[in-house]
Structure formats: C-alpha cells, structure tokens
Nanobody, 117 residues
Framework: VQLVESGGGMVQPGGSLRLSCAAS????????MGWYRQLPGKQRELVAT???????NYGDSVKGRFPISRDNAKKEVYLQMNNLKPEDTAVYYC????????????WGQGTQVTVSS
C-alpha cells in the first residue's frame, strides 16, 4: 500500500496550493480519505476527510478555505488550499481509513507547506 502526496511548497499569504495524494494497493472507494497536518512539537490535527460517497468533514481552522475532493477512478484525493495563512504552515499527510472493516489505517510520507512572505 502506498499513499504518495505531492503539491506542497512555499507560497505567500493569501495564495493557493493544491495537494494531491495518489493511492495504490487499496480498494480506494471503500476508504475514507483524509488530510492531516502537523507542526513541530505539536499533535497531528485534522484538516479534512471525505468518504467514498463524497461526504466531507473539516477542521474548524480550514472550513470554507480548503475544499477536499476525490477521484475514485484515478484513486486520488485532493486538497485545494485557498487564502493560505502563515499558521497553515505544516507538514501535510494523506490518510486512508477503511470504512467497511477493522483493517489498518495508512499514512503518506507527508509534504511540506510553508506560507511566508
């Protein structure tokens, strides 16, 4: 199983980035996919999740700014990050949780997002 994130980088405040996560080795449509982020010395926190049917959930700090979407045919999940703020600076991780069994949760390796002027 692999989750490979891409799209991170450095951007100025107010800018946008689009993160992508490509999954392999799982039956993608039955996994709830998500994005989490982590700052140094802090706990990993929820950014957004999306079920195979398209139901979404967002962390309070990103509601209205970071829509999550997925393409089940391509086995990819996306995070469109708009109106970025310096406090959004973190390592962003892709996550896959099975919705139909008690199987393992999977994580990607993470991608750095830095918001700075």
């Amino acid at each position: 199983v692999q989750l490979v994130e891409s799209g991170g980088g450095m951007v100025q405040p107010g800018g946008s980035l689009r993160l992508s996560c490509a999954a392999s080795g799982i039956l993608f449509s039955v996994y709830r996919m998500g994005w989490y982020r982590q700052l140094p010395g802090k706990q990993r926190e929820l950014v957004a999740t999306i079920t195979g049917g398209g139901n979404t959930n967002y962390g309070d700090s990103v509601k209205g700014r970071f829509p999550i979407s997925r393409d089940n045919a391509k086995k990819e999940v996306y995070l469109q990050m708009n109106n970025l703020k310096p406090e959004d600076t973190a390592v962003y991780y892709c996550n896959a949780v099975p919705m139909t069994s008690l199987g393992p949760t999977y994580w990607g390796q993470g991608t750095q997002v830095t918001v700075s002027s």
